[in-house]
């Protein structure tokens, strides 16, 4: 069973350059520790204080390893810390969401 992690991020808008670099990192960070990326989102239209990100993992056993070589990542312990002294993150949810499969047909 896939399980996607949702990340909600509140941002400083006047901030979103720099939002925008911390995502693009971690574009790389992410799959190398083990992360299936699906992508960040950016505000476009509407709220400009609202990113997303989506990553999915085939459990959540895979999602603690995963967070365990993140955290011993040294280019993600840096991301995490150039986030932390610029702080353009005012908060960060996470929801875990499983797909929605096509129930079977027939009798």
Same mark, same amino acid.
């Given at each position: 069973?896939?399980?996607?992690?949702?990340?909600?991020? #509140?941002?400083?808008? &006047?901030?979103?350059?720099? !939002?925008?670099? *911390?995502?693009? +990192?971690?574009?790389?960070?992410?799959?190398?520790?083990?992360?299936?990326?699906?992508?960040?989102?950016?505000?476009?239209?509407?709220t +400009? *204080?609202?990113?997303?990100?989506?990553?999915? &993992?085939?459990?959540?056993?895979? *999602?603690?390893?995963?967070?365990?070589r993140?955290?011993?990542?040294?280019?993600g312990?840096? +991301? !995490?810390?150039?986030?932390?002294?610029?702080? &353009?993150?005012?908060?960060?949810?996470?929801? !875990?969401?499983?797909?929605?499969?096509?129930?079977? #047909?027939?009798?």
């Amino acid at each position: 069973m896939t399980v996607t992690c949702c990340i909600r991020y #509140v941002i400083d808008p &006047f901030q979103r350059d720099a !939002f925008a670099a *911390y995502a693009r +990192n971690w574009l790389r960070i992410i799959p190398a520790c083990g992360g299936d990326l699906l992508g960040y989102f950016l505000p476009h239209e509407g709220t +400009n *204080y609202e990113a997303l990100a989506l990553i999915s &993992f085939a459990s959540l056993a895979d *999602y603690e390893t995963y967070r365990a070589r993140l955290k011993s990542d040294p280019d993600g312990a840096a +991301n !995490f810390r150039m986030a932390q002294e610029k702080r &353009f993150i005012l908060r960060e949810e996470r929801t !875990f969401l499983t797909p929605v499969a096509l129930a079977p #047909v027939g009798p």
